[in-house]
């Protein structure tokens, strides 16, 4: 009986040892979230970059899950401009991509569903330090491109302390 209770004590720990050890997963997550002041910042730059071009835009900051955290219209920008910012803002985080990249996709089947898509140049995603944040969308400048580059100019004034967090 004493070399039973052995061998099935040996038997046990070694069955116990081959087994694959997995770290228990967490129960929440931590989403990484840029402030309102941030989010402030980077449409008044956008709105600033096109003022210099003399293109007036409205402008849209949505954060990871497409949710609006700023929304402004410059004093002579067409109404329409807000919602259109807006759906290329919230197109930018849906696929981590900037507008321009996405323009390809219009011809596909997603133009044919009504999520809120703008599939068109005008946005890009908010990152930094390997996490995306948010995007921001332009709307108003006579080509897509130039809502682009003020998107691209209202990130780039908070990018390098994102690429800090």
């Not at 071009?53 to 929304?71: A, F, H, L, M, P």
């Not at 803002?89 to 996709?105: D, H, I």
Request: aromatic content about 4%.
């Amino acid at each position: 009986m004493k070399n039973f209770a052995k061998a099935l004590a040996v038997t046990s720990l070694s069955m116990v040892a081959s087994m694959p050890v997995y770290a228990e997963e967490p129960m929440s997550v931590n989403v990484a979230r840029i402030t309102a002041d941030t989010a402030n910042t980077i449409a008044v730059n956008a709105i600033k970059a096109c003022r210099e071009k003399g293109i007036s835009i409205s402008v849209t900051v949505v954060d990871r899950n497409g949710i609006v955290q700023v929304q402004m219209r410059d004093t002579v920008a067409p109404p329409v401009s807000l919602n259109i910012s807006k759906k290329k803002a919230y197109s930018s985080v849906m696929f981590n991509a900037k507008g321009s990249q996405l323009e390809g996709r219009a011809k596909g089947p997603l133009s044919t569903i009504d999520e809120g898509l703008a599939l068109m140049a005008g946005s890009t995603p908010i990152t930094g330090g390997g996490k995306l944040y948010g995007a921001v969308g332009v709307s108003g400048a006579p080509d897509g491109m130039d809502d682009e580059a003020c998107a691209i100019a209202g990130f780039e004034s908070v990018s390098d302390d994102l690429e800090m967090q």
